[in-house]
Structures are given as C-alpha cells and as structure tokens.
C-alpha cells in the first residue's frame, strides 16, 4: 500500500513562503516521478510542478514558474515544494502525487498515487 502524507500548509501573508512536504512510503520511491498539483475553491485540480525520479527534469505550471521550486531526496523519501512570493491566488488545497512512471507528468491521469492534501491560504 503506497502512503503519500503532506505536511507543511498554513496561513501565510502576500508575499510570503511556505515550504510543503510530502513523505512517501509503501514502493521504492526513487523509481518514480513526482507531482504536485492545487484544487481551488469551485475550481477543478491543477497542475503546480513535477520532477522526475532521479531529479534531472522538472516543470512548472506557468502561474508559478519563477516563485516555486520543486525538489526531492530519494534517501528520505520526501518530495518538497519551495514556494515563495505568495499570492492570494495560490490559496488552494495542495496534493502530491506519485506517478506510473519515472518523468514527472502534468497530467493528472499518470499519476496514480495521491496524498490527502494540506491547505494554503494566502491573506492579502
């Protein structure tokens, strides 16, 4: 049984940082991509970034390239999103997701393992 838990959500201001988790365990981490995506209130999940196993590729949805920053560490297990520059925009429940294969994907439908998500409210 593949877990995926997310940590690191809260309240933060315009303008600020946030640093989320996402501790993965159940299959051999390494082998696969990495994603997180957003769900709005009354909006449908969308793409944030994504990296591949051994981290040599990542892309970005484009509302956060330049402010957020996918990483991992294939020892800990742990994918991380570095987000920095909030906007109230980006207020959203956070999902990481472990794909079916080892590039990270934008698409939802390659991903088959996901976390139960952490909420990020940015105040303006």
Known sequence: QVQLVESGGGLV??????RLSCAASGRTFSRYGMGWFR??????????????????STRYADPVKGRF??????????VYLQMNSLKPEDTAVYYCAGATAAWGS???????????????????
């Open 106 to 124: 934008s698409y939802q439908e390659q991903y088959r393992y996901w976390g139960q998500g952490t909420q990020v409210t940015v105040s303006s």
């Open 39 to 56: 769900q709005a209130p009354g909006k449908e999940r969308e793409f944030v970034a994504a990296i591949s196993s051994n981290s040599g």
């Open 69 to 78: 920053t996918i990483s991992r560490d294939n020892v800990k297990n742990t």
């Open 13 to 18: 201001q315009a303008g600020g940082s946030l």
